[in-house]
């Protein structure tokens, strides 16, 4: 029986994921050193830091993408780089849609790859669109829509390929800055209703915040753990609310002080 996109059924579950003491180089430059990181089952984790401090190829060894020196890595049971890579769906910062697919043909795109046939993708990936605001925007092509729609199709597309880990390599960097602010409460609502376990990695310590039930700072290269901040600020709350309390404000100003 085909997994149930719409409701996540057919997921194994796991434990989150678990780092310890992971390190990576390459050749004489030491990305990652000794990292310790815990993300519990559908709980989500921000990791902020400078550039260069080596998050997204942090990001890119819990999807099995890269091998770490030392250390070991743990994703819902699996330690294997093709264990990790089977349980973990990738987002990046570019949507990636290819302009001669519609809009839904780019989200059924995940399970096509898995072997499902075209016209069952399709109609497994179609209610995902009324489910997060696309309802009739099925058959348009990439160029037709905005940059934040864009966006949700590319999400979409993570999400139809049922993992249940989802890593977010700066997934609204592109967008302008009202944009990035309304995909936020709709990133919010979306995973309130398809929980995941999440790894975000982005640059703006207020998106981390806001998403994230906990916010791992990460050193300049080579990273490392230097502060961890536990936000809990309401997720039904509206936005502005929140990143103007003073308790969102102090606890930002801790965040960029341990990122500078």
Excluded: Y
């Excluded at 249940?164 to 967008?175: A, K, M, N, R």
């Excluded at 916010?215 to 709350?237: C, H, I, K």
């Amino acid at each position: 029986m085909p997994a149930d996109v719409s409701s996540g059924n057919g997921r194994q579950p796991g434990a989150g994921i678990t780092l310890s003491g992971v390190g990576k180089r390459f050749g004489e430059v030491v990305a990652l050193a000794g990292i310790d990181l815990g993300v519990p089952r559908h709980s989500r984790t921000g990791l902020v830091g400078p550039s260069g401090c080596g998050k997204s190829t942090l990001l890119h060894i819990v999807a099995g993408l890269l091998e770490p020196d030392s250390g070991e890595v743990n994703v819902g049971g699996a330690t294997a780089a093709a264990g990790r890579l089977a349980a973990c769906a990738l987002m990046l910062q570019r949507d990636l849609l290819l302009p001669w697919r519609t809009a839904l043909d780019n989200a059924a795109i995940a399970l096509e790859n898995r072997g499902v046939p075209r016209k069952e993708a399709r109609s497994r990936a179609r209610p995902l669109f009324a489910r997060f605001g696309l309802a009739m925007f099925e058959d348009a092509r990439p160029d037709q829509l905005s940059g934040g729609m864009r966006q949700r199709v590319s999400f979409m597309r993570t999400l139809a390929a049922d993992k249940d880990v989802l890593l977010l390599d700066e997934p609204f960097g592109s967008l302008d800055s009202i944009t990035r602010a309304r995909m936020q409460e709709w990133l919010l609502r979306a995973l309130a209703e398809v929980p995941r376990t999440v790894l975000l990695v982005t640059h703006d310590v207020e998106e981390a915040l806001l998403l994230s039930n906990e916010v791992v700072v990460v050193s300049a290269r080579p990273g490392r753990v230097v502060r961890v901040l536990t936000p809990g600020f309401p997720t039904d709350a509206p936005r502005r609310e929140i990143v103007t309390s003073p308790e969102f404000v102090a606890l930002k100003e801790q965040a960029l002080e341990a990122v500078e």
